[in-house]
């Protein structure tokens, strides 16, 4: 596929390749090179909480017994959920 790069360095991405990747729009990439090639990366933007999130899960667990999680995902939404208490 060739591609022109329009004003302002824009350059259209194939909507095949987005979806072969699983990108959608408002997701973010990061762009490098080697020298030769111009790199397009993938990245997943993680979650945070905002301060008064996390004052509220610390209060949530003082004097709570410790949980393990079997991944990231439900550990967070195990917090999205605490924090809403």
Do not use: C
């Not at 390749?17 to 397009?40: A, F, H, M, Q, T």
């Amino acid at each position: 596929m060739v591609e022109k790069i329009k004003k302002e360095n824009m350059l259209k991405i194939p909507n095949m390749v987005l979806k072969r990747v699983g990108l959608v729009p408002g997701d973010y990439v990061e762009v490098s090179d080697d020298g030769y090639k111009i790199i397009i990366t993938p990245k997943i933007q993680e979650k945070s909480f905002a301060d008064d999130e996390w004052k509220k899960l610390e209060a949530l667990s003082k004097g709570k017994k410790g949980r393990a999680f079997k991944s990231g995902e439900k550990l967070i939404s195990h917090l999205e959920k605490l924090s809403k208490i």
